[in-house]
Each structure stands twice: as structure tokens, then as C-alpha cells.
């Protein structure tokens, strides 16, 4: 599996958020993303997943090109800001409904990711309910619960207890191990050292290896 983004651009309000942006991504990768709050992280996350759209340059998903062959990258897990989780659902009926729509994975598999997580599917409490750190583990679950070729983690750790942030840590591995591309982004030096491949910087919507 091959993502390519080629001299990608985006002007918001007559700023430039990504200016020219340009690399290769294989499987089997974390690619770690660091820069400060505003440096255009989550802009780029968003721009290369097809969530929002760029005034230039080109995403390629292997040989498939973004916003003309496909709107989004078709096998994505994403964490990012507004999860759109559902407040009223309990975390395995949130789950649920999120894989209704691909209906590519069975109620054990949602079972078994949200195990995976920590957390138990039998609760029955409602998301509005959760701990900060329950709602984060359940927003890692929803991406990774398919299985994709692309997974793309803003800030994974946010919120999690240590024994959260470990667990964290060995699942990004474990889905490295079973091939996605993984792009990373976190303010914690310890994640990204322990965690990425390749370690680019961003500063004022550029990007530097």
C-alpha cells in the first residue's frame, strides 16, 4: 500500500494552513507528526483523509486519486476532534451503529475491539456517562474496529490513565505489525519516540523531515 501526497496547498480566510505539502507513506509505518497547537497537524490529517477539501496538488491512494476516484480514503480509521459519537448510545450500540454502515465487521468483532480498549461491552452506561478517558479509548475503538489500511491518530493519548496510554501504545504497534499506515500526531515526545518510523515537524502549515 502506497499514499502519496503531492505539493498539497490550503488557504483558509486568505491564510495558508498547508503550504505545499509533499510525502510518501508505505504500510507497515508510524509516521509521527509534531509542532505546536495551530502548526496545521489536524489540518493535514484531515486534508489527506478527504475530510476537507485542498485548493491544490494531489492525494494518491494506490494510483487512486482523491476527490476524483474516491471522497475519502476508502479504508480509514481516523481520531480526531468531534469524534461524532452519539451522547444517548451505550459504547457497543455507538460501535453499532458506526459499522452499520460498511457492515464489514460482526457484533464479536465489536465486542472483541472494545476489550481491546478496556472497556466492557456489557456496560450499559450511555456515552454522555463516560470519563474522559473512557470516551477517548471508545473514539480509538471506532477507528480501528475495521481493521483499515489507514489509520490516522490526533492525539491518541489524550486523556488516558498510564495503564490507557500503554495500551494505547501497544495497539498502535499491533496495527503496524498487521500492516496499516499509521499517521500519528501527538504532543508527547515519549509517544512519538517510542512509536514512529519517521518523524516529520510542522511549523506555519509546512512540513520538514
Do not use: W
Not at 34 to 58: E, P, Y
Not at 112 to 126: A, H, W
Not at 152 to 165: A, Q, R, S, V, Y
Not at 172 to 177: D, P, S, V, Y
Amino acid at each position: 500500500m502506497k499514499l502519496t501526497v503531492n505539493q498539497i496547498r490550503k488557504t483558509i480566510r486568505g491564510k495558508v494552513i498547508l503550504n505545499d505539502i509533499s510525502m510518501e507513506l508505505t504500510d507497515h509505518r508510524v509516521y509521527g507528526f509534531v509542532g505546536r497547537n495551530g502548526s496545521g497537524k489536524t489540518m493535514l490529517f484531515r486534508a489527506v483523509s478527504g475530510l476537507m477539501r485542498i485548493d491544490r496538488g494531489t492525494v494518491v491512494y494506490n494510483d487512486r486519486v482523491l476527490h476524483r476516484d474516491m471522497e475519502v480514503l476508502p479504508s480509514l480509521g481516523i481520531v480526531i476532534e468531534n469524534a461524532g459519537l452519539y451522547n444517548d448510545l451505550t459504547g457497543f450500540k455507538n460501535l453499532k451503529k458506526l459499522a452499520g454502515y460498511r457492515k464489514c465487521i460482526s457484533d464479536g468483532e465489536i465486542r472483541d475491539t472494545l476489550e481491546r480498549v478496556g472497556l466492557n461491552p456489557d456496560d450499559r452506561r450511555k456515552y454522555y456517562k463516560y470519563s474522559l478517558g473512557m470516551k477517548q479509548r471508545l473514539v480509538i475503538a471506532q477507528a480501528i474496529m475495521e481493521h483499515p489500511d489507514v489509520l490516522m491518530l490526533d492525539e491518541p493519548t489524550n486523556g488516558l490513565d498510564e495503564e490507557g496510554i500503554e495500551r494505547v501504545r501497544r495497539i498502535i504497534l499491533e496495527e503496524k505489525e498487521r500492516g496499516a499506515i499509521i499517521l500519528l500526531a501527538s504532543h508527547s515526545r515519549e509517544d512519538i519516540e517510542l512509536l514512529a518510523d519517521h518523524v516529520y515537524t510542522m511549523k506555519e502549515g509546512v512540513l520538514q523531515l
